[in-house]
């Protein structure tokens, strides 16, 4: 999709069609410095480069694995100090994909107890023990 990416974005709304983005959220993100504020033309839209919109695109990638918006506009914030900033850069990813490593793990768990349990419902559907009648109590009553 990035190589879709025209040079000028000459819209918010091309802007929010390009990074699956609404309008609302792309203003709310330049509102609280998680996207610079894009630039504007003599009307007063926005006008937005490629680079801006594979910026926010992104962005939106990181935060669909769970980083804060806290550690986006911190990364952001490091994206302008060009070259120096690179170690930190880095290290803020690094910790990201420890945190979406482990997360994956978690599903990968998650997903061997369902398939157990899918697996055991297909025996039973295959192989049902007509002796088991599910009457049999579980305890006995004193009286």
Known sequence: MEDDIPEMITSIEQAAYLTGLTKDTIRYYEK????PY???KQNGHRVYSREQ???ILFLTRL???GMT???MKRYRELS????????EKMSILELHK???QQEISRLLEVQKIIEYKLDHYHEIIQDPDLNDT???PTHKSNG
């Open 32 to 35: 609280i410095g998680l996207l």
């Open 38 to 40: 894009a630039d504007r």
């Open 53 to 55: 919109v594979q910026g």
């Open 63 to 65: 935060k669909a694995t």
């Open 69 to 71: 918006i806290e550690e």
């Open 80 to 87: 302008s100090h060009g070259n120096d900033a690179i170690p």
């Open 98 to 100: 420890q945190k979406i």
């Open 134 to 136: 599910g009457c049999t």
